[in-house]
C-alpha cells in the first residue's frame, strides 16, 4: 500500500486518474468475461451446430427446438426465434415469404444479441484512447516542473537538483502508467470484439442451416 501511495505522489494527481481508469476497466473485463462465457451457452457450439445438422436432416423441428432450449445461450436464443416464426408461418405463406421472414428474424435477434455483447466495450475503447493523453498530459506537466525548477532564482543547487528529480519522476510515472492502462484496455478490447465477430458468424451459421432446413421441408 504504501509504494502504492508514493508512486501516486510522485506521479501527481493525473496518476490517481489513470488508478481510476484501471479499475474501470478491470470491472469491464471482468464483467464482459462473464456475459460472453454465459453467452456460450451450456452446449459448445461445434457440437450443437453438429446436432443441429442432424436434425434438419431428418426434420425434426419438436427436437431442434428441445437443443436450443438446451442449449441456454445466444445460439439457442437465435433458434428459439427462428422456430417461433416458423410456426407463426409455416404453411401459410409461399416459399419465398417464409425465407425473406426468416431471414429478418434471423438478422434482429442477431442485431439484440450482438448489442448485449458489444455493452460497455465503447468504455474499454475510451479507456485506451484518454488514458494515453492523460499520461501524455501528466508528462508534460512533470517537463513543466523540470523547466521551472531549472529557472528558480536564488535557489541553490541542491533544491534545484531536487525539484528537477520530482518533475523527471512525475513525467516518466505518468508516460509508464498512461502505457500501461492503455494496452491493456486495447488488448482486451481487441480479445472481445474478436469474440463477438465469431459469436456473429456461428449465429449466423445456425441460422442459415437452419433456414435451408426448414425451406427444404417446405418443398
Same mark, same amino acid.
Do not use: H, K, P
Given at each position: 500500500m504504501t509504494g502504492t501511495i508514493a508512486f501516486i505522489v510522485k506521479g501527481g494527481p493525473l496518476v490517481a486518474v489513470l488508478l481510476i481508469l484501471s479499475i474501470i476497466s478491470v470491472s469491464v473485463v471482468i464483467e464482459r468475461y462473464w456475459v460472453m462465457r454465459v453467452a456460450s451457452g451450456r452446449v459448445r457450439f461445434s457440437r450443437f451446430y453438429k446436432r443441429l445438422e442432424d436434425l434438419m436432416k431428418k +426434420?425434426? =423441428?419438436? *427436437?431442434v427446438e428441445k437443443l436450443a432450449k438446451e442449449q441456454k445461450g =445466444?445460439? +439457442?436464443r437465435v @433458434?428459439? *426465434?427462428?422456430?417461433?416464426?416458423y410456426k407463426m408461418l409455416g404453411g401459410k405463406?409461399?416459399?419465398? &415469404? !417464409?425465407k425473406d421472414d426468416l431471414n429478418e428474424t434471423m438478422n434482429e435477434q442477431m442485431a439484440i444479441e450482438s448489442s448485449l455483447l458489444e455493452r460497455n466495450l465503447i468504455v474499454m475503447a475510451t479507456i485506451g484512447s484518454i488514458?494515453? @493523453? &492523460? +499520461?501524455? !498530459? +501528466? &508528462?508534460v506537466i512533470g517537463m513543466i516542473r523540470c523547466f521551472a525548477a531549472l529557472s528558480l532564482v536564488g535557489a541553490t543547487a541542491a533544491t534545484a537538483s531536487q525539484q528537477l528529480a520530482v518533475g523527471i519522476a512525475e513525467a516518466l510515472v505518468n508516460t509508464a502508467g498512461g502505457l500501461i492502462v492503455a494496452i491493456v484496455a486495447i488488448i482486451f478490447y481487441n480479445y472481445f470484439t474478436s469474440k463477438i465477430d465469431l459469436f456473429s458468424f456461428n449465429m449466423e451459421a445456425v441460422s442459415r442451416e437452419f433456414i435451408a432446413g426448414v425451406i427444404g421441408l417446405a418443398r
Open positions: +426434420g425434426d =423441428i419438436v *427436437a =445466444i445460439y +439457442g @433458434m428459439e *426465434a427462428l422456430i417461433n416464426r405463406v409461399d416459399l419465398f &415469404t !417464409l488514458s494515453t @493523453m &492523460t +499520461g501524455l !498530459l +501528466g &508528462t
